[in-house]
């Protein structure tokens, strides 16, 4: 079974610019969950889709989007691009998302960097 | 709600010897536990999970946690470090209401010195 997909993997985008990164998850897995990595922070919870619909969010300003397809791929859109927005976006992806005891698979990450 | 505490964000250990990597955790009801592990420039991967039963989790690569409640710990160990073990470790509680809620702990880097 192929793992979860993200692409690209390493973007560099100016201030002010939008981005648009992708993931793939896990065949027949309708649970995609997105989180920021930085030095700083640490991994912070951005969103969680099933079934299409944004079920849970964490605390991110609305610059910060997402959404999921029919095929359960999902997207995750930042606008207006600040510099602190330089992370590393990683993509989990589990079966329904309701199962406490189900672990995260986890794609290899895009590294955003913004100049 | 819920919430891991790792202590200690660097540790060195000599190959060979024993991997000790401490993770507290938070919950008003029982916790699901996770390890994960995380190379440079990859994703997370599981390492092991504690669910409910036998208190001593045996992972992949060597690793295994034991869950203490009396202590709230699920720390992580391993007899003897590999270099390859050089990573970063991260402890991971989860608990659903209606979805499954993962909070991660702030990580651990583990260097092996040869």
């Known amino acids: 079974k192929a793992g979860v997909t993200q692409t690209p993997r390493y973007l560099i985008k100016t201030r002010g610019q939008q981005v648009t990164l992708s993931c793939s998850p896990i065949s027949g897995h309708r649970s995609v969950s997105w989180y920021q990595q930085t030095p700083g922070q640490g991994l912070q919870f951005l969103f969680e889709?099933?079934?299409?619909?944004?079920?849970n969010k964490g605390n991110f300003p609305g610059r910060f989007s997402g959404r999921q397809f029919s095929n359960s791929r999902s997207e995750m859109n930042v606008s207006t691009l600040e510099l602190g927005d330089s992370a590393l976006y990683l993509c989990?992806?589990?079966?329904?998302?309701?199962?406490?005891?189900?672990?995260?698979?986890f794609g290899n990450g895009t590294r955003l960097t913004v100049t | 709600a819920q919430s891991v505490t790792q202590l200690g964000s660097h540790v060195s250990v000599s190959e060979g010897a024993l991997v000790l990597l401490r993770c507290n955790y938070s919950?008003?009801?029982?916790?699901?536990l996770f390890w994960y592990v995380q190379y440079p420039n990859q994703g997370l991967q599981l390492l092991l999970k504690?669910?409910?039963?036998?208190?001593l989790v045996k992972g992949i690569n060597g690793f295994e946690a034991e869950f203490k409640k009396s202590e709230t710990s699920f720390h992580l160990t391993k007899p003897s470090a590999h270099m390859s073990d050089a990573a970063e470790y991260f402890c991971a509680v989860s608990n659903s209401g209606g979805y499954q809620k993962v909070t991660f702990g702030t990580g651990t880097k583990l260097q092996v010195i040869p």
């Open positions: 989990a992806s589990s079966p329904t998302g309701q199962n406490k005891n189900s672990p995260l698979h």
């Open positions: 889709y099933f079934s299409e619909t944004q079920r």
């Open positions: 504690y669910t409910t039963g036998a208190t």
């Open positions: 919950s008003s009801v029982p916790p699901y």
